[in-house]
């Protein structure tokens, strides 16, 4: 059940996602594969990652993982469902795909398939590494005897520039999570309120507005000012304590919504004295620059923005994203008023990352004794390829010992997080911001 509870709206969305995009989004991965020598390919999604799937079916798996068979001139078929054919009908108003099989294994489904094509040549692989151990064991033994070519890297590659229809996608997904955010900056106005307020109103308002996925982190800060014995930040019974009203707090964010992410860290400034039914909120069809901008008169505040601001310069076609990073962690080295556990725990918190069909690599330095983090590199794509022209970064930086923190009380590192965030689509000479680039 877990995939279901987490899950929210999933629908086709095909005034968005077009029959004709997909149909040349499958032009484009055919070429790839005559360009790798195969006759077809099996491309995998999973609950978690479905990038590969998604952007060939316009389908993301409701449950474990499914699995597209594409060849060079057949009709896609789709492997979906869960405990066998009856929920397949659904699947069915979830993509453009018409042929839908149900098979009890990944792998026996892909060998049935490829058999029935004749394919004995080379078989492109994609997306396989993100399923669990026994179904990758699986399909590799069922596809034995058959020359295997791994498509990951060259697949990425591909979906890194993104199409007009992508950006409108991204665009949609950004205009949520800032819509979110504004409600969180409601919540965090309120008497009494805490994180975990904060973070149901901003939940609330990203599902309500059609997000299917949704992750929230809110860091409220903890002081001798909360209404508890002990600074500890919670009352007798363990529960959070509510906090006075007009208290900053700090949010990560990330939506999802058909399938394409977007992410931010906001500082959260409430004002006690604006209605709930007053605070301003983003259209659902435009996207906002995220919550307020960091208080520059706070050394953090400025120092975040900086950060990123220096990431945004460094950015462009040819610049390894690891460069990038790099830049941010120069400005973040060089920033005034900053104790080194603060940049530690700055660069712990994350750069941001190139995104899509989720968080397609990561803003990171390769090797992460340069800078004291973890790099977070992992299966997420390499930041140490170049950008290209299309690619689409959400770039953020989190200092600790905000001004947050300091009104209420707290000491640098203690209280508040500085926050800034923006995204940019890369584009010859440098990048542009996500909301200004026209799409479909």
Known sequence: MRPVLRRGRSVLERELLTRDEIDQRL???????????????????????????????AYAPMHQWATALV??????????????????????TLTWVSDLRYYPSVGEGAAAVLAEWGVTGGVGIAG???LPVGPWRALRRDLEGLRTVDLDGAFARLRRSKRPR??????????????????????????????????????????????????VLVHHPVTATWETPGATGHGPSGAPAPGPSGRACTVFLGVERCGYWAEAMAQL????????????????????????????????GAAAEAVVAAMVGAARPGVPLSAVAQAGLAALEAAPGLDEAARQVAGALGLGAAVGLGRERPVAVPDPAAWGASAGVGRSGDPGEPLVAGEVLALRCGIPGGAAGAAAGGAAGSGGVAAASRDVVVVEGGTRPLQEVSGA
């Open 166 to 215: 992508e950006l409108a996608a991204l665009r949609l997904a950004a205009a949520l999570r800032d819509r979110a955010l504004a409600a969180g900056r409601k919540a965090a106005g309120q008497a009494g309120a805490t994180p975990s307020t904060v973070g149901f109103a901003v939940e609330r308002a990203a599902r309500l507005g059609g997000a299917r996925d949704v992750r």
């Open 128 to 130: 396989a590494p993100e």
């Open 27 to 57: 032009a484009a991965f055919r070429a790839l594969l005559e360009a790798s020598g195969v006759e077809a390919a099996v491309v995998v999604g999973t609950v978690e990652a479905f990038a590969p799937l998604t952007y060939l079916t």
């Open 71 to 92: 060849h060079r001139t057949e009709p896609t078929v789709l492997l979906a469902g869960l405990g066998g054919a009856r929920n397949l009908p659904y699947v069915s």
């Open 269 to 300: 400034h409430p004002a006690p004295d604006q209605a709930p039914d007053q605070a301003p909120a983003p259209a659902p069809d435009q996207a906002q620059a995220p919550a307020q901008p960091a208080d520059l008169a706070d050394p953090a």
